[in-house]
């Protein structure tokens, strides 16, 4: 389990600095991805379902919101 903690942290860092020279278009359609997937998952494990269909249900969706909210910023 330590493992996959310093795996999930390097990998958040590693993302973290990749958007530094993104569009807030991109950053939105990015960080909405991965809020989406992040609930999409937790509330198919809670509902009992399968939490890889609903990551990617919720990645989508959080990506569409995020990739429009973006745009409506749009710097």
């Not at 330590?2 to 990998?11: F, I, M, S």
């Amino acid at each position: 389990m330590e493992k996959t903690g310093w795996v999930l942290a390097l990998a958040l860092a590693l993302a973290a600095t990749g958007c530094t020279n993104m569009t807030a278009r991109e950053q939105g359609t990015v960080s909405g991805a991965a809020i989406g997937a992040a609930a999409g998952a937790g509330i198919a494990a809670i509902s009992g379902g399968s939490g890889w269909t609903g990551a990617a249900i919720g990645g989508v969706i959080g990506g569409t919101v995020g990739n429009i909210k973006g745009k409506q910023q749009g710097y």
